[in-house]
């Protein structure tokens, strides 16, 4: 199976997910922001980066092609459409469109992402937690801009293993990228009662839950409450959906899964995860937040799943940040 432009744009966070094999993405922790990190480079244009043509307009499949081997021995920018939105700055999330491709052969690397009305890809402009191309690429121009970017491989992507996508330290490397938006990367809906029986959720400053577990057994049946009520999208059945989750057990409290801990939101088809999570999801609205317990019947029954034993129930707070048709 081809890997999806998902991965390549969260870079250090190679995530996976599958109802049989995970209850959300499992989230690998990333190098906190630094103020190198965040600090636009505004990269400049070069004779490889201006021979990049595409073949449509912003939010269409930019179909780019250029000459090929393309060479060049750093990475270069030009901006072919600039946005009249706010400026992308260091530290933002941002929803953007992407396309990659191997500038030794032309061929994508994978297949593009976000363009034609598809669910645009979030990331957060931080060279320490993201593809470097993706983030020189994006950072320091308008909303509703579209780039090309060019440069080695290895500068493209840093410390990614490049054989994942099938490229050599030799080759080069093109991202053409569309910025649509700035992403919101917490639940904004407002504040619910909590629903007696449930865990007790705080959040720090920036949204991250902490959960504490009450002293009795858990229910027997999925139970879903709403902590924040949001006014967006109602998320349907297989649409992609973009949140920040965390999962602790029951019967600990420990944190077995969080995509905070990754320093970016998850985004996945509602019927690609477990029943207890894709009914947490389903007929909510955009930026809710939900906590969900999910007992093994509607987690990962009697196999369990790494550190989830057969008998563990799940409770999952999960911020609703997105979704798509």
């Known amino acids: 199976m081809r890997k999806t432009l998902s991965v390549l744009a969260a870079g250090f966070v190679v995530a996976a997910l599958a109802a049989c094999s995970s209850g959300a993405p499992t989230a ?184 504490t577990i009450p002293k009795t057994d858990p229910p027997t049946e999925t139970k879903v409450a709403v902590l924040k009520q949001g006014d967006g999208d109602v998320v349907q059945s297989g649409d992609t959906v973009t949140v920040q989750y965390r999962g602790v057990l029951w019967r600990n409290g420990a944190t077995f899964d969080s995509s905070w801990a990754s320093g970016t939101p998850a985004s996945f088809q509602t019927t690609g995860v477990v029943v207890g999570f894709k009914k947490a999801l389903e007929g909510q609205k955009v930026g809710t937040q939900v906590i969900a317990i999910v007992p093994p019947a509607d987690g990962y029954g009697s196999k369990g799943n790494g550190d989830v034993k057969a008998t563990d129930t799940m409770v999952f707070v999960v911020d609703i940040l997105k979704t798509t048709r």
């Open 28 to 211: 690998t922790p990333t190098p906190t922001a630094s103020a190198a990190s965040l600090k636009c480079q505004n990269v400049k244009s070069g004779s490889a980066s201006d021979s990049i043509k595409v073949a449509s307009a912003f939010g269409a499949d930019p179909k780019a092609t250029f000459t090929t081997p393309l060479k060049t021995t750093k990475l270069e920018r030009t901006v072919l459409t600039k946005g009249d939105g706010e400026e992308v700055k260091g530290g933002d999330s941002v929803d953007i469109a992407l396309a990659a491709y191997n500038g030794t052969t032309g061929a994508e690397i994978a297949a593009s992402a976000g363009f034609d009305g598809q669910a645009a890809q979030t990331v957060k402009v931080d060279a320490n937690a993201f593809v470097p191309g993706i983030v020189r690429g994006v950072e320091c121009l308008p909303l509703k801009s579209r780039i090309a970017i060019a440069g080695p491989a290895k500068e493209m992507f840093g410390n990614v293993d490049l054989t994942q996508f099938k490229l050599k330290d030799t080759d080069s490397v093109v991202f053409v990228m569309d910025t649509v938006s700035k992403a919101i990367t917490r639940a904004n809906g407002t504040p619910v009662a909590p629903t007696a029986g449930f865990p007790t959720v705080k959040l720090a400053s920036d949204g991250e839950p902490s959960i």
